[in-house]
């Protein structure tokens, strides 16, 4: 799967090692990712699915190799590739909604229940509205 | 903000090497591949202030630490290094039902060099 979309580059620019690292997962909410241009950090509990669930596995770390391809390659190179699946630049940094920013600036940052609600709350406002959820921005 | 890509001087820098003793190499494309790294080169990687962490939204940050106060750039690096963990000797094993298997297969569709 993964070599389907990459085969096609011959002279990719990569790292000379790519590391597989190990964390405890609590930094990222158990979840894999990428860090730099050669780092995957794996959590404890992905790894413990290798024993049983190989395929799962294998199919999680093909992604995360895409990932460190992809933070290899030229720039434009690599927004094109992106374009083939609709990921476009979005040129600037997304920012929260107003009434999200005055919530989390009483302190509600860590509470992800009142967060959650009130993303909720804006959703179904947007839908009355008949807007799409929003992708919003300050800039 | 935007990755970075390519391999300029400064992201070279940016490329850990290390990893412990006892892993195998498993040849990824050309001349590079995939090794379990050791707790010191994980931690280096995220201990960096890079597009990642800049990008973060103050809002972000408190969460994924679970604070009700927005961490600085430094508590959240700190923070994440922190759970780096080494590999066990079990875990080494990986190599060989994961990490191994995986290689033939790899090198095969992307190119071996």
């Known amino acids: ?139 | 903000m935007e990755e970075t890509g390519g391999h300029n001087a400064q992201e070279k820098q940016d490329v850990q090497q290390t990893s412990p003793q006892g892993t195998k190499e498993l040849f990824f494309y050309k001349e590079t591949v995939i090794v379990l790294g050791d707790v010191e080169g994980g931690k280096e990687i995220l201990l960096k202030s890079d597009d990642y962490v800049l990008g973060l939204s103050d809002f972000e940050k408190a969460a994924k630490l679970q604070l009700a106060k927005v961490p600085s750039v430094e508590e959240f690096t700190l923070f994440q290094s922190s759970q780096v963990i080494p590999w066990e000797p079990k875990d080494l094993e990986v190599q060989n039902y994961f990490i191994e298997p995986m290689g033939p297969d790899l090198s095969i569709r992307i190119g071996r060099r």
């Open chain 1, 1 to 139: 799967m993964l070599s389907k979309k990459v085969c096609k580059f011959e002279n990719l620019k990569m790292p000379p090692k790519i590391l597989l690292n190990l964390t405890t997962g609590l930094e990222e909410g158990k979840a894999a990712y990428c860090r730099g241009l050669n780092g995957i950090f794996l959590p404890r509990n992905m790894v413990e699915w290798a024993t049983e669930n190989f395929a799962e596995e294998e199919r999680l770390v093909s992604h995360e190799l895409w990932h460190i391809i992809s933070r290899n390659l030229e720039p434009a190179v690599r927004d094109e590739v992106y374009r083939v699946i609709n990921y476009l630049p979005f040129g600037h940094r997304l920012d929260y909604p107003p009434l999200l920013k005055v919530m989390l600036g009483r302190g509600e940052g860590g509470n992800f229940a009142n967060v959650v609600a009130l993303c909720k709350l804006i959703y179904r406002s947007e839908r009355f509205q008949t807007r799409t959820l929003p992708l919003w921005n300050t800039t």
